[in-house]
């Protein structure tokens, strides 16, 4: 069973990469006093979390001033406690803060047996302003990549791109 955190409330949070683009690996990272705790997600993880955190914090009063981009950085090395499974937000409305909830993701085999059932979930209280950078930040590294292809989606690769909705037959173009 993976180790699980309460950090509540954050001293920092923030969301990064490491490794070139095409080949980037995405963590979310937060630190309590002496504590740090780094856990790997995905691309579209840290999307739809930018996305549905800039949508709380709109119906939310407005925040102060953010974090300076140098406290956005990831703390280094970034080595993952786990693979986030499942994300969830949450409005603390009482201490007026957002709570970010990862679960562990669970591995299944082949016969679709849990190989490692995970356990892990880490509870992540922070600021409306420390979220407002954290969404800001997350959808600055995801439309940092690579540009999608405008048939598939699929991210487009500068040595070429074979396209599933044309079986390869012709290049997309931008």
């Known amino acids: 069973m993976s180790a699980s955190f309460d950090l509540s409330p954050v001293d920092r949070i923030t ?3 490491v490794g070139p683009s095409g080949q980037r690996t995405f963590f979310l990272q937060a630190r309590q006093a002496g504590q740090l ?5 995905e691309k579209q993880q840290v ?10 914090l709109a119906d939310l ?6 974090p300076d981009d140098t406290e ?7 080595i993952a406690e786990w693979a986030v499974g499942a994300l969830r937000i949450d409005y603390d409305a009482p201490l007026d803060q957002i709570v970010i909830i990862a679960e ?3 591995i299944i085999d082949e016969e679709g047996e849990p190989v490692d059932e995970g356990g892990g979930m880490a509870r992540l209280t922070a600021s409306r302003e420390q979220i407002a950078a954290l969404a800001i930040r997350g959808t600055t590294l995801v439309e940092a990549g690579r540009p999608p292809c ?4 699929y991210p487009l ?17 931008l």
């Open 61 to 66: 009063p407005s925040v102060g001033a953010l």
């Open 72 to 78: 956005l950085e990831l703390e280094q090395p970034a």
């Open 47 to 56: 999307a739809a979390l930018a996305r549905h955190l800039a949508d709380l």
């Open 104 to 106: 562990e993701i669970e």
């Open 150 to 153: 405008p048939l598939c989606g």
């Open 37 to 41: 705790v780094t856990l790997k997600v």
């Open 15 to 17: 969301v990064g990469t």
């Open 157 to 173: 690769d500068p040595a070429g791109h074979s396209c599933p909705r044309t079986n390869g037959h012709r290049a997309p173009t």
